[in-house]
Nanobody, 123 residues
Framework: QVQLIESGGGLVQAGGSLRLSCTAS????????LAWFRQTPDTGREFVAA????????YYARTVEGRFIISRDNAKNTQFLVMNSLKPEDTALYYC????????????????WGQGTQVTVSS
């Protein structure tokens, strides 16, 4: 069973950038469609971005499109989320997710989840 570990979160000022990473163990990330979700104490798990097995297709939430970029390096068993022009409303716990069946925007699509990495954007 694949295990996912996120890293790269932290505290950044509004307008700044961060790059999140998600590394897999116990499996090959190339076998999975991948996604990022985020969650705050006031919200449910919100879709951020998704990428297909071969990286040919990407989806983004409207709130992050044009600012965030999802990518993957199957040879390194890692996926990335580059976050630019960060806003205070981007503050959340960010989760990496994987599905061996399909790609989508719903949390229920993804069977495997990391523990999350905190991103805090100060104004």
């Amino acid at each position: 069973q694949v295990q996912l570990i996120e890293s790269g979160g932290g505290l950044v000022q509004a307008g700044g950038s961060l790059r999140l990473s998600c590394t897999a163990s116990g499996g090959t990330l190339g076998d999975y469609a991948l996604a990022w979700f985020r969650q705050t104490p006031d919200t449910g798990r919100e879709f951020v971005a998704a990428i297909s097995w071969g990286a040919g297709t990407t989806y983004y939430a409207r709130t992050v499109e044009g600012r965030f970029i999802i990518s993957r390096d199957n040879a390194k068993n890692t996926q990335f989320l580059v976050m630019n022009s960060l806003k205070p409303e981007d503050t959340a716990l960010y989760y990496c997710a994987a599905s061996d069946e399909r790609m989508g925007r719903m949390a229920a699509t993804y069977k495997y989840w990391g523990q999350g990495t905190q991103v805090t954007v100060s104004s």
